[in-house]
């Protein structure tokens, strides 16, 4: 048996998911198993992924269901891993060559549930690229606060993993942050590795970048978020960074999300409806430790009221354009 498993999930990908299956051939470590699942495409994604089928119909699995939405994708991969550790890889992003050998061997030699590697942020104009560093940082709050909600620059332990019975949210986006933030309480052991061992495509038709009705997908699942760790008696412990983190979304992430909806009246819905999840739940927030300091952002946040949030959006909304 394979020691590891990646899930591939693709969706109408057949222009860019070759250098994203290069990148797994290409590895320096060889004993994996990689789960592709396609998401109902009608394009010819299943064209290009036959020929690794074909190459290797050990390593190379694939699977088709009726289109579902990511988080189905991701679930159903989770239920074909049988494998130790298990990861994920979006159709349009490729790892380095030896990511995989740096995050097993990381993993392994230090008895970890999860390890952490950075990621570079690729553009048509390589003089945008960057890296994000995630890490090192303490487990349980200190990691709610720095956490970075992405899925593919980790590797898990699927036992693990599988113990917590942690779904993610079908038909809803975000579900990154679902999942992360959900098992984020329970882990007990976590390893970093300070490289940049996976790239993330910066594609304008992607599901990041489109920005429409779905967005409102970010209140549903902080408030699901928000339940689970009212419901598991983690709320009490937690309530200084689950406050942090609905501040940080819903002033930050999701609020220039919204700000780029074209629809006017839906934006203006979604607008209220982020204040409103985060007002209600968290009247004071305001007074919240982790928004203490003059910095810029902490500024921000400290200005900004239900007088002013729309002005705010407006001006923001010019700036980006």
């Not at 230090?110 to 950075?118: G, T």
């Not at 980790?154 to 019975?165: A, H, M, P, V």
């Not at 999701?254 to 203006?268: A, E, N, P, Y």
Request: glycine fraction near 4%.
């Amino acid at each position: 048996m394979s020691q590891l498993s990646i899930i591939v999930p693709c969706y109408n990908a057949q222009l860019y998911v070759k250098k994203c299956l290069d990148s797994l051939v290409n590895q320096s470590f060889g004993d994996f198993t990689v789960i592709i699942i396609d998401d109902g495409s009608t394009d010819n994604t299943k064209d290009v992924v036959d020929f690794y089928v074909k190459l290797d119909s050990v390593k190379f699995k694939y699977i088709y269901q009726e289109n579902g939405g990511i988080a189905s994708v991701r679930n159903l991969g989770l239920k074909h891993v049988t494998t130790k550790y298990f990861g994920f890889l979006d159709s349009d992003d490729y790892f380095e060559d030896t990511m995989i050998e740096k995050m097993i061997n990381k993993i392994k030699s230090e008895n970890s549930q999860l390890v952490v590697c950075n990621f570079t942020w690729i553009y048509d104009d390589i003089s945008k690229n960057r890296v994000t560093t995630e890490g090192p940082y303490n487990l349980e709050n200190d990691m709610m606060i720095n956490l970075f909600a992405t899925l593919w620059n980790k590797i898990y332990d699927t036992e693990f993993i599988k113990s917590l019975n942690i779904q993610f949210p079908d038909n809803y986006r975000y579900e990154d942050a679902s999942f992360l933030y959900k098992i984020t309480p329970h882990i007990k052991k976590i390893s970093f590795i300070n490289e940049s061992l996976i790239n993330y495509v910066q594609r304008d038709g992607s599901i990041t970048h489109t920005h429409n009705s779905k967005v409102k997908d970010m209140i549903y699942v902080f408030d699901d978020i928000l339940n689970y760790y009212k419901k598991n008696d983690l709320y009490e412990l937690y309530k200084d960074e689950l406050e942090f983190l609905f501040i940080k979304f819903f002033l930050g992430n999701s609020f220039l999300r919204t700000i780029k909806i074209t629809d006017k009246k839906d934006r203006k819905i979604t607008l209220q409806l982020s204040w409103d999840i985060l007002n209600n739940n968290f009247k004071y927030w305001k007074k919240n430790k982790y928004i203490k300091g003059y910095s810029a952002r902490n500024m921000y946040y400290k200005l900004i009221s239900k007088s002013n949030y729309n002005l705010f959006a407006t001006l923001f909304n010019i700036i980006i354009k």
